[in-house]
């Protein structure tokens, strides 16, 4: 039966809000889009998915005239709102992320930051939901199910606003605020766009309360002070995307980068190594249970990103039907097109693949050229980098680096540049002739060019300009099937409090068993035994499990 009402969406320009219109109108729904603040008192429904930063999201609620109509329409708390993520925090009264900002002062209290002396920051990842309230808004759900969280800023339960936590969370032994209800008034700190069927359920809840008039139907309940969550290891699934020789984009892996068959058969050698289409593998992998899928186009978008169709295309669609976080990666970078001499920004570039549906964009050889300025110019910001742009105004969370190293290997460690991180191998990793140490050289323009710094240079630089996460690859691994480079991963773990990635190796499920038990990395990527189906993602979880580590259970 079709819905009695359209669900008036606040899209204010920043992030990837096709994946809430997709999410909305998979359960069913409608949507028309609030262009002028007198929309706002005619709204049935309001769902504000806001991403970004605090300051960036209240700056443009001011400029378009949306604040003062938001708080009245919030005012009595009796009309239905859904605010998603920035969309939850803004009601808050302020945040301490950028300058002093002031929120919608709708609930009590003050966003504050995670203590990254204490904790991986930001917090990305599904974790799982402590229920303060009995809500029609949960009723699709089980206090099982993890949701999936991207924020580096959280608020506190205090005394004031008690009344209003629908759901809290704990990270690192952190309690905070995970998603909030009083009357009609919902919000939540995860993304339920993003935490698969969890998620439109939560959608789907809430929806349908406000159809049937029970959404302001609530009920206390007793809560376990001691009870605790947990950010559950995730499983990325990598999808190198480029065009063959047909001009077909296709999923392609190579062995040590290199992404043409080798084969003895004259017809095939040479050729790109195809193992799909983009949208189906990556559809299939949603099914099979990935917690989160990355398209890294190899080809660097040789064309400039805004004529790359084909590749938005691929968002587009993919986001349609796949509600787990999605990164692209390849030619993240400002773009000058050499027949009108145009040029785009690397912000415009990223913005272009958050607005065609990327959670997450992901930075390579421009995050090597970063890292090199900010370590000739004293480890100061100029505020002009890729990293810089694109963070400040989407958040941390929104950037991804990708460090391509390879090992250098040395037999003492005064054999290298004091400038490097030099790493001990231990027994069980040694070079080919017994070095017991390297360092990690960063690689540009996909492996094919050797620079002269330290993946750990690379890493800590990011974090400073403003990078949430970083994708940690090795080339010496890439395609060799047995296992992550855990020295690598320890060493770049060491030296940054953002969360690391490791890829490059995986060839079997012990190896996911290894590198969580043997390194702190927060996810592991992997790749080509996925697409050849050698190994399935529900038997990685189930070895994650039976080794004591949390997983995501297949929804």
């Avoid at 998603?179 to 700190?189: C, D, L, N």
């Avoid at 970078?333 to 997450?360: C, H, I, M, N």
Wanted: glycine share 8%.
């Amino acid at each position: 039966m079709p819905s009695t009402f359209k669900v008036s969406l606040l899209d204010y320009g920043a992030g990837n809000v096709r994946s809430v219109r997709n999410a909305i109108r998979a359960c069913g729904y409608e949507i028309e889009d609030i262009t002028s603040p007198s929309q706002i008192d005619d709204a049935k429904v309001i769902v504000f998915p806001g991403v970004g930063s605090y300051g960036s999201a209240m700056k443009v609620l001011k400029e378009k005239g949306y604040d003062e109509p938001l708080r009245k329409y919030l005012e009595k708390r009796d009309r239905p709102y859904l605010g998603i993520c920035l969309g939850m925090q803004t009601l808050f009264e302020s945040s301490d992320e950028g300058e002093f900002c002031e929120g919608l002062g709708v609930v009590p209290g003050k966003v504050i930051k995670f203590d990254d002396s204490k904790m991986s920051v930001p917090h990305i990842g599904w974790n799982g939901r402590i229920v303060h309230q009995e809500s029609s808004v949960l009723k699709h759900v089980t206090s099982e199910e993890d949701a999936y969280f991207v924020h580096s800023f959280y608020a506190p339960i205090i005394d004031e606003n008690k009344e209003w936590v629908l759901t809290s969370t704990t990270y690192s032994g952190q309690r905070f605020i995970s998603s909030i209800q009083r009357g009609a008034v919902v919000a939540t700190q995860f993304h339920p766009e993003k935490s698969g069927t969890m998620g439109l359920n939560v959608l789907k809840g809430f929806l349908e309360a406000v159809e049937n008039g029970s959404l302001d139907k609530t009920t206390r309940l007793d809560v376990d002070d001691s009870a605790e969550t947990e950010l559950v290891k995730r499983i990325v699934v990598a999808l190198d995307v480029r065009t063959n020789d047909h001009g077909d984009l296709v999923v392609t892996k190579g062995d040590q980068y290199d992404v043409r068959e080798q084969s003895s058969d004259d017809k095939t050698k040479g050729n790109v190594r195809n193992l799909g289409k983009p949208v189906q593998l990556a559809s299939r992998y949603y099914s099979e249970g990935a917690d989160e899928i990355a398209f890294l186009n190899i080809t660097s978008f040789r064309q400039g990103v805004l004529e790359d169709m084909p590749m938005l295309h691929v968002l587009e669609e993919a986001s349609k039907s796949i509600f787990v976080p999605l990164t692209v990666g390849g030619g993240i970078r400002s773009y000058t097109d050499p027949a009108s001499g145009q040029t785009w920004s690397a912000l415009e570039v990223a913005s272009r693949y958050f607005r065609a549906g990327a959670d997450k964009i992901s930075i390579g050889s421009d995050a090597v050229s970063a890292a090199e300025m900010f370590v000739s110019n004293g480890e100061k910001k100029t505020g002009e980098t890729a990293i810089e742009a694109i963070s400040h105004v989407y958040g941390a969370q929104a950037v991804v680096i990708s460090i391509d190293p390879k090992r250098v290997y040395i037999n003492n460690k005064n054999d290298a540049d004091s400038k490097h991180v030099v790493v001990d191998l231990g027994d069980s990793t040694k070079g080919p002739n017994g070095e017991q140490f390297c360092w990690y050289q960063c690689t540009v323009k996909g492996g094919r060019e050797e620079r002269d710094i330290c993946a750990v240079t690379v890493a800590k630089a990011a974090q400073a300009l403003g990078a949430g996460e970083i994708m940690l690859n090795c080339i010496d691994m890439d395609g060799q099937c047995q296992g992550y480079d855990l020295p690598l991963m320890n060493a770049v773990c060491a030296a940054v409090t953002i969360p690391v990635i490791a890829s490059s190796g995986a060839g079997k499920e012990d190896h996911f068993v290894e590198v969580f038990t043997h390194t702190p990395v927060k996810a592991a990527l992997a790749a080509g035994m996925f697409h050849r189906k050698e190994v399935e993602i529900e038997s990685c979880k189930a070895a994650i499990q039976n080794s004591g580590l949390p997983a995501r259970r297949k929804q």
